[in-house]
Nanobody, 115 residues
Framework: QVQLVESGGGSVQPGGSLRLSCAAS????????LAWYRQAPGKQRELVAL???????KYADSVKGRFTVSRDNAKSTMSLQMNSLKPEDTAVYYC?????????WGQGTQVLVSS
């Protein structure tokens, strides 16, 4: 069983940056996919970015060029560097890990982008 804990959320002004981290209680090296999702108030949860075991990445069009996802298997962590933040990036951000048999979710961390 793997537990995921997000950190790094907070309040920032438009144009600012935040770095989210996801720490896993167990090894993530066997996880085929790691991903960040977000859910804004009144909206469905959406994929923000994912990173494969080969470090290949994919981003939602809305965050391309602004967000960067990375993973460190040795430390069992994943990060999301968010730059040029916009008010529409406001949401609860969730860490997600996927193995061949299971899907794991963190509890989420709030990001608020407001002037």
């Amino acid at each position: 069983q793997v537990q995921l804990v997000e950190s790094g959320g907070g309040s920032v002004q438009p144009g600012g940056s935040l770095r989210l981290s996801c720490a896993a209680s167990g090894s993530i090296s066997s996880m085929s996919l790691l991903a960040w999702y977000r859910q804004a108030p009144g909206k469905q949860r959406e994929l923000v970015a994912l990173i494969g075991s080969d470090d290949s990445t994919k981003y939602a069009d809305s965050v391309k060029g602004r967000f960067t996802v990375s993973r460190d298997n040795a430390k069992s962590t994943m990060s999301l560097q968010m730059n040029s933040l916009k008010p529409e990036d406001t949401a609860v951000y969730y860490c997600n890990a996927r193995s061949a048999l299971k899907v794991y979710w963190g509890q989420g961390t709030q990001v608020l982008v407001s002037s």
